[in-house]
């Protein structure tokens, strides 16, 4: 099973400054598969990053994500007061099919 | 837009079986390219996927789950649901209908609002 380890549970920025967020797999894994969503308090989910790097539809550029490998980030510029949230990295691969990291809350400093 | 709606009891006593379905409107679940799943999160806690069925029938379950878990397809209600038998208080979480998707990225693009389960007696 792939583990995904989101480090640190918490981040502090003020706005507009520049949050980048971890994302380290237990094993290399495919690039094509890394997500990642933004969750807010009594919010579903949403898509934010999926294939390591390409926007889902609506989601500003100052969004971005890379890595390959075990290491990955999501990568907020110029963060706004609505992006205060919880983040969550997601693999897509075998047994189980679907795995999680434990989140990073982005909190105002 | 699709949407996903959950419905099922907020309550379940331990030992019985937790029954959900979720509504599916802006777009059929009977064709292939998608994969109608089920992720919960406990209170406090982060994200647990329990598994998926795809329009042919065909099923994938996390295997902490697997020996409980049964899901299945009414494509003439346009609803798949979820069946996990012998709960217990560790089952009580926010339970979400999601869309996954098919092709090179596999992503959840499409969440319901979610759905409060309380195993309690």
């Known amino acids: 099973e792939i583990v995904l380890t989101q480090s640190p549970g918490t981040l502090s920025f003020s706005p507009g400054e520049r949050a980048t967020l971890s994302c380290r797999a237990s094993?290399?894994?495919?690039?094509?598969?890394l997500t990642w969503y933004q969750q807010k308090p009594g919010q579903a989910p949403r898509l934010l990053i999926y294939?390591?790097?390409t926007r889902a539809t609506g989601i500003p550029d100052r969004f971005s994500g890379s890595g390959s490998g075990t290491d990955f980030t999501l990568t907020i510029t110029r963060l706004q007061p609505d992006d205060f949230a919880v983040y969550y990295c997601?693999?897509?691969?075998?047994?189980?099919?679907?795995?999680f990291g434990q989140g990073t809350k982005l909190e105002i400093k | 837009q699709v949407q996903l709606q959950e419905s099922g009891p907020g309550l379940v006593k331990p030992s019985q079986t937790l029954s959900l379905t979720c509504t599916v409107s802006?777009?059929?679940?009977?064709?292939?390219?998608?994969?109608w799943s089920w992720i919960r999160q406990r209170p406090g806690k982060g994200l647990e996927w329990i598994g998926y069925?795809?329009?042919?029938?065909?099923?994938d379950y996390n295997p902490s789950l697997k020996s409980r878990l049964t899901m299945s397809l009414d494509t003439s209600k346009n609803q798949f649901s979820l069946m996990l038998s012998s709960v217990t208080a560790a089952d009580t979480a926010v339970y979400y209908c999601?869309?996954?998707?098919?092709?090179?990225?596999?992503?959840?693009?499409?969440w319901g609002q979610g759905t409060l389960v309380t195993v309690s007696s």
């Open positions: 999601v869309r996954g998707m098919g092709g090179s990225y596999r992503p959840f693009d499409s």
């Open positions: 069925i795809y329009y042919s029938g065909n099923t």
């Open positions: 294939g390591t790097s």
């Open positions: 997601q693999h897509f691969g075998s047994s189980p099919s679907y795995t």
């Open positions: 802006g777009g059929s679940i009977n064709r292939g390219g998608y994969y």
């Open positions: 094993q290399s894994v495919s690039s094509s598969y």
